[in-house]
Nanobody, 124 residues
Framework: QVQVVESGGALVQPGVSLRLSCVAS????????MGWYRQAPGKERELVAR???????VYTDSVKGRFTISRDNAKNTVYLQMNSLQPEDTAVYYC??????????????????WGQGTQVTVSP
């Protein structure tokens, strides 16, 4: 099986920085794109940033210039460096990874996996 686990959420004041981490583990053949979504109370889940296996990135407009997504392919890990955090960044942040999973006596199968979420609260 495959697991995706986030860490790093916290309660912080506006203007500070925070780094989220997400590790994928298990029967992994390869990982394609990885990304971060967030969901604020009463709002839809939205894409924050995504990174391909080759390092190409996409950001939602509200975080451009403040957040940086990166990945360590050797560690199956994706990071989200968040600078100049604002109260509107408050949300549960979810990691997702598109993974080719190894199967016994069958070809690898590609699926999207999600973590359980980590809370980021930005408040004075």
């Amino acid at each position: 099986q495959v697991q995706v686990v986030e860490s790093g959420g916290a309660l912080v004041q506006p203007g500070v920085s925070l780094r989220l981490s997400c590790v994928a583990s298990g029967s992994i053949f390869s990982i394609n794109h990885m990304g971060w979504y967030r969901q604020a109370p009463g709002k839809e889940r939205e894409l924050v940033a995504r990174i391909t296996s080759g390092g190409s990135t996409v950001y939602t407009d509200s975080v451009k210039g403040r957040f940086t997504i990166s990945r360590d392919n050797a560690k199956n890990t994706v990071y989200l460096q968040m600078n100049s955090l604002q109260p509107e960044d408050t949300a549960v942040y979810y990691c997702t990874a598109n993974i080719m999973r190894v199967r016994y006596n069958a070809p690898p199968i590609q699926s999207d996996y999600w973590g359980q979420g980590t809370q980021v609260t930005v408040s004075p």
